[in-house]
């Protein structure tokens, strides 16, 4: 099957699956995993923080970090179309009493600054306290600009503000842009990083910051559930993906443009943006459901809808790429 779905459906390979077996753990509730804490100083290092903590998924790696920032009947600024407000189920909201102000995204996936200015609420008891800037990066599979990010960030400092980063895809913004993890990440207080998705594990994200975030985010994890035995077998799945599947990321980035290019010569179909490994695309609705059907038919799995979203992965080829153009072009040709 040719999946474009999501990144988070690959499966891990023959190596990688190897170096998990091979991994050496311990109890890292107790601490004691040495697979784990390789990871974590890793990722810290890499970003420019002083810690990192590992998590089973990025949905709790963030919701910890929120809740590290924020405490019950604070707010968090955050955008409309941003994963940890729109598709975490309002974990914020139902499970840290944390109210979200949402604001709306522009085009290249910021919050323009007067938006967030004008949203930081005066201390007053009649207010949430405004505690938190949450923005994430890629967003929608674009880079957020870096200009922004760094007068983003100033800003929310300057006015009391912890910030937070979703960087579940910041691996595809550091190589699509040719920043390193530590300029991306500068700014932020706290930043979350997915495994799972384009980096290809089975399970895992990271979260790093300062040791005094992290420690309370620590807390957190154990109250959620994310207190892992011996994890290394997971940590070394990510050890081995930051060896082997960073820089081919670029792959993903190019196959995605090659998927927009060639959707691009269908009349029928509309491309709407493309952006490291994602392509947004519009298609007649009436012909949303055949397509899915007629595709699903010829190997290719795909989530149809009126503006459909396609995304490039490291268990998906050029060829696949073209598999899958074509095969839109032939039903289009019927
Ligand atoms: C996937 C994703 C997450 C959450 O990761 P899970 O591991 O699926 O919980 C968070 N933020 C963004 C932007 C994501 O794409």
Not at 64 to 76: N, P, S, T, W
Not at 111 to 127: M, N, Q, V
């Amino acid at each position: 099957m040719i999946d474009l779905r999501s990144d988070t459906v690959t499966r891990p390979s023959e190596a990688m699956l190897a170096a998990m077996t091979r991994a050496e753990t311990g109890d890292d509730v107790w601490g004691d995993d040495p697979t784990v804490l390789r990871l974590q100083a890793r990722m810290a290092q890499e970003a420019g923080k002083e810690a990192g903590l590992f998590f089973p998924s990025g949905t709790q790696s963030n919701l910890a970090a929120l809740m590290a920032h924020c405490a019950r009947g604070d707010e968090y600024i955050v955008g409309q179309a941003a994963h940890t407000y729109k598709y975490e189920g309002g974990g914020a909201a139902v499970l840290g009493s944390i109210q979200p102000q949402p604001l709306d995204n522009a085009e290249d996936g910021s919050i323009p600054l007067e938006r967030i200015a004008a949203a930081i609420k005066p201390l007053d008891d009649h207010f949430a306290r405004t505690r938190l800037l949450a923005l994430e990066n890629t967003i929608g599979g674009k880079v957020l600009p870096a200009d922004y990010v760094a007068k983003a960030t100033q800003l929310a400092h300057e006015r009391g503000l912890a910030t937070h980063l979703d960087g579940a895809r910041v691996y595809n913004a550091a190589v699509a842009s040719g920043q390193p993890l530590e300029a991306l990440a500068a700014g932020f207080d706290s930043v979350s990083i997915c495994f799972s998705k384009g980096l290809g594990t089975p399970v895992g994200s990271v979260l790093v910051g300062s040791r005094a975030l992290i420690d309370a985010a620590h807390r957190w994890r154990k109250v959620l559930g994310g207190g892992m035995r011996q994890s290394g077998v997971l940590a070394a799945a990510c050890l081995y993906a930051l060896d082997h599947n960073v820089a081919r990321l670029a792959d993903d980035h190019a196959n995605a443009g090659r998927l927009a290019a060639g959707l691009a010569q269908i009349d029928q179909v509309k491309v709407m943006s493309q952006a490291t490994n994602m392509v947004f695309v519009q298609f007649p609705q009436e012909h949303c459901a055949p397509l899915e059907a007629y595709l699903k038919e010829r190997g290719i799995l795909t989530q149809m809808l009126y503006a459909s979203r396609f995304v490039t992965h490291l268990d998906v080829t050029a060829a696949d790429i073209d598999t899958f153009v074509a095969a839109v072009k032939g039903y289009f040709a019927r």
